[in-house]
């Protein structure tokens, strides 16, 4: 069982930038991928960016790719999203998630794949 929660959200000008936290409950976290995923209103929830379980592999959409950058630090259990030269359109909830490694880079970008998830943390970026 794997508990997450994320942090980091918050109102920030068309330019600024944010940085995410997700920390995990568990001994096993360096065993997992994790994703960010995000939901603005009214549209799907969307896949962000991913990373794996030792952080050497690292995947992004294509509407974020350049801005933003996942890591993670598997000593304090925890994976971060850098979010820099943030648009309004990147409003959203911003989930993190957490998946085991059987298929992860095939499909990283699927939510069906993710087993734990938090609880969002909200991001509003303003004109």
């Known amino acids: 069982q794997v508990q997450l929660v994320e942090n980091g959200g918050g109102l920030v000008q068309a330019g600024g930038s944010l940085r995410l936290s997700c920390a995990a409950s568990?001994?096993?976290?360096?065993?997992?991928?994790m994703g960010w995923f995000r939901q603005a209103p009214g549209k799907e929830r969307e896949f962000v960016a991913a990373?794996?379980?030792?952080?050497?592999?690292?995947y992004y959409a294509d509407s974020v790719k350049g801005r933003f950058t996942i890591s993670r630090d598997n000593a304090k259990n925890t994976v971060y999203l850098q979010m820099d030269s943030l648009k309004t359109e990147d409003t959203a909830v911003y989930y993190c998630?957490?998946?085991?490694?059987?298929?992860?880079?095939?499909?990283?970008?699927?939510?069906?794949?993710?087993?734990?998830w938090g609880q969002g943390t909200q991001v509003t970026v303003s004109s």
């Open positions: 568990g001994r096993t976290f360096s065993s997992y991928g």
């Open positions: 990373i794996s379980w030792g952080g050497s592999s690292t």
């Open positions: 998630a957490a998946r085991t490694r059987l298929g992860f880079s095939a499909s990283y970008s699927y939510e069906s794949g993710y087993k734990y």
